[in-house]
């Protein structure tokens, strides 16, 4: 194709590669126009990225409007945090208690003798550790009867009801640990052995050297006893086998940490409600701004932005119908639109709607079936899920763009058909030219080749 392309209007001496890079240069505009029509679809579906972006953040915004724990903040403070601490959450109430701490919760943790080092053989036969009511055994043989054998074989045995062995190197000698997962009484261990090689499954040589049962036989060495925490509350006594507990004062997680007595207090804040609505109000004014620099800019005539404006307005203007409430309308709580639709919140109107009926407020908002939160979160969800309406209009675009490769192709094959067709004709052209130049030249060598005197002398004559 090179060497074709060079040698056009070697025989004619016309620029015949021009005329055919221009006449194909014609053929390829359509292609330019489909180009400029893909950059201005992928600027479009850039442009609804970001439209998606921006409803899903106004949709972030209400997540603080969908629970009543959005309208209300409880903190705790202990009178003394050496003793104990606490948490407040959902269904937390005013409350005031003085605590007792009797004792705390404890793992059970025991150790063995001391064996010369790890890879010391401790003995042949079944060890049978149970943890409370649950139990598991272990076949120990040559190939695991070491103490780091032992270790391992607890650790990676499957049906492990929840304890942890370890070695501890001291200086007199390596020990085998065994600690309870969890703690409390009902996680207390024992251990036991069954065929122990030395024909004694309860001494302390061989493999019953690792034998525990509290107050019968006891090999191991308790380290820590299994210990429940006891405490009083308001003068009720409470025993629990952990020393984090959130099932006593409702809504608040206690954390004991030592024996002692502290005083416990929990109050509670109404103004996060009145905050979550104000980033409600900034953040549904910021989508309108985001929407309409898109209208005036890459997505003119979009009729999806409109939709999106339209939809949210109408709910935020709506009459809810939430049952409990004696409120029905965003009005109610001072939340209204100005002249521009920009939306404002009327500070002591909220106030006042919290003081009057603060359970009406909560109602109006987080309704699971009625409440605002719920019925805008259902509208913008039907924009931004998966599937949604704002990406099968960028799945539409992007089946456009897709369409246009396709046109591209065929005008590209179309074009390539066509220039070889033109440098066929250019060339035969050219071969012509070339030809019909040669016999012109020949023709004037001829001629010029005349005798002339002798024609000149005949006409003097």
Do not use: C, W
């Amino acid at each position: 194709m090179a060497g074709s392309i060079t040698s056009l209007g070697i025989g004619s001496g016309i620029d015949i590669e021009s005329i055919v890079n221009q006449l194909v240069s014609v053929e390829r505009r359509p292609i330019q126009f489909l180009q400029s029509r893909q950059a201005e679809i992928d600027i479009q579906i850039s442009a609804l990225g970001l439209v998606q972006d921006s409803v899903a953040n106004f949709q972030s915004s209400i997540s603080g409007l969908q629970l009543s724990s959005g309208f209300r903040s409880f903190s705790v403070t202990s009178s003394d945090d050496q003793v104990l601490t606490a948490e407040a959450g959902e269904g937390s109430v005013p409350i005031s208690s003085d605590i007792e701490v009797l004792t705390l919760a404890q793992k059970n943790k025991l150790a063995s003798s001391a064996f010369a080092s790890g890879g010391s053989i401790v003995g042949n036969g079944q060890l049978n550790i149970s943890v409370g009511a649950e139990s598991f055994s272990i076949s120990i043989d040559d190939n695991n009867n070491t103490l780091e054998g032992i270790r391992n074989a607890i650790n990676d045995n499957l049906n492990n009801s929840g304890v942890s062995a370890s070695i501890i190197s001291a200086d007199d000698g390596s020990h085998l640990i065994l600690t309870a997962d969890e703690s409390g009484t009902a996680n207390a261990l024992s251990v036991t052995v069954t065929g122990d090689s030395d024909g004694n499954d309860n001494d302390a040589a061989g493999l019953s050297n690792l034998v525990f049962v509290s107050g019968v036989t006891e090999n191991l060495q308790e380290v820590d006893v299994a210990q429940d925490a006891t405490f009083i509350v308001d003068g009720f006594n409470v025993t629990r086998s952990s020393n984090e507990i959130s099932d006593v004062i409702e809504g608040v997680t206690l954390s004991l940490k030592d024996i002692g007595t502290a005083a416990l207090s929990v109050s509670e804040d109404r103004s996060v409600g009145k905050s979550a609505v104000e980033a409600f109000v900034t953040a549904y004014n910021d989508l309108i701004i985001s929407l309409n620099t898109q209208r005036e800019s890459t997505l003119q005539g979009e009729s999806l932005l409109l939709g999106i404006e339209t939809r949210v307005r109408q709910v935020i203007g709506n009459r809810l119908n939430v049952a409990g409430s004696s409120l029905q309308y965003l009005f109610d709580v001072g939340i209204t639109f100005d002249r521009d639709g920009i939306l404002s919140l009327d500070s002591d109107k909220f106030d006042q709607a919290i003081a009057d009926d603060f359970s009406g407020v909560v109602q109006l908002f987080t309704d699971s079936e009625n409440g605002f939160a719920q019925a805008l979160d259902t509208v913008l969800s039907s924009y931004v899920e998966t599937g949604g309406l704002i990406e099968a209009r960028t799945d539409g675009l992007s089946e456009s763009r897709s369409q246009i490769d396709d046109d591209i192709e065929r005008i590209e094959d179309r074009v390539a058909l066509t220039e070889q067709r033109l440098r066929r004709q250019y060339a035969a052209l050219d071969g012509l030219v070339g030809q019909l130049n040669a016999t012109s030249t020949f023709l004037t060598q001829q001629l010029a080749n005349l005798p002339t005197n002798n024609i000149l002398n005949r006409r003097d004559n």
